[in-house]
T-cell receptor
Framework: DTAVSQTPKYLVTQMGNDKSIKCEQNLGHDTMYWYKQDSKKFLKIMFSYNNKELIINETVPNRFSPKSPDKAHLNLHINSLELGDSAVYFC??????????????FGQGTRLTVV | DAKTTQPNSMESNEEEPVHLPCNHSTISGTDYIHWYRQLPSQGPEYVIHGLTSNVNNRMASLAIAEDRKSSTLILHRATLRDAAVYYCILRRGSTLGRLYFGRGTQLTVWP
């Protein structure tokens, strides 16, 4: 039973399009995140949500809009896609974000290619 | 955020122990030391974490220096499946669960 699942696994789209990536976790965690891994394999936090509320936006362009319909889901909408948005996007979840004594669980990633 | 320093790459032979070092000289008293790894084409995977004392779990051991300025992740018997990028990350409660990844150590395991 997959703990954190993302769909789709691969996404190829043209510049200027709008696309969404879905994420679901079945761990009962309160907090979910989106990370981006660029072509140089650098992994960087984008957003974090706690109980459906945005708590951190790491200076991500407003073309990226996360939406959390409930605490088990955190979807990522990207408008007006640019070539530089090509990357692997990872969803993650954890419990008790205010403590450093817990681990995060990651999905398998969505490879987005903008052409 | 407190910074960690890791070697870019390390190599090991299968079934040998591997010691992956991490320096974190600016660590604060409330920072936990976390290790994650990323296997090829997969998401990061939690390995182990600790605060002051050494820790063991089914995947690995974490040895923390007495002054906490460095730590070592120990894989007791490397397997081919352990080939991955290993990240040493300092976490504190004020970061609200965010993980700040560095470049990590690419571990190659030879058969």
């Amino acid at each position: 039973d997959t703990a954190v699942s993302q769909t789709p696994k691969y996404l190829v789209t043209q510049m200027g399009n709008d696309k969404s990536i879905k994420c679901e976790q079945n761990l009962g965690h309160d907090t979910m995140y989106w990370y981006k891994q660029d072509s140089k394999k650098f992994l960087k936090i984008m957003f974090s949500y706690n109980n459906k509320e945005l708590i951190i936006n790491e200076t991500v362009p407003n073309r990226f809009s996360p939406k959390s319909p409930d605490k088990a889901h955190l979807n990522l909408h990207i408008n007006s896609l640019e070539l530089g948005d090509s990357a692997v996007y990872f969803c993650a979840s954890s419990q008790d974000p205010g403590t450093a004594n817990t681990e995060a669980f990651f999905g398998q990633g969505t490879r987005l290619t903008v052409v | 955020d407190a910074k960690t320093t890791q070697p870019n790459s390390m190599e090991s032979n299968e079934e040998e122990p591997v010691h992956l070092p991490c320096n974190h000289s600016t660590i604060s008293g409330t920072d936990y030391i976390h290790w994650y790894r990323q296997l090829p084409s997969q998401g990061p995977e939690y390995v182990i974490h600790g605060l002051t004392s050494n820790v063991n779990n089914r995947m690995a051991s974490l040895a923390i220096a007495e002054d906490r300025k460095s730590s070592t992740l120990i894989l007791h018997r490397a397997t081919l499946r352990d080939a991955a990028v290993y990240y040493c990350i300092l976490r504190r409660g004020s970061t609200l669960g965010r993980l700040y990844f560095g470049r990590g150590t690419q571990l190659t395991v030879w058969p």
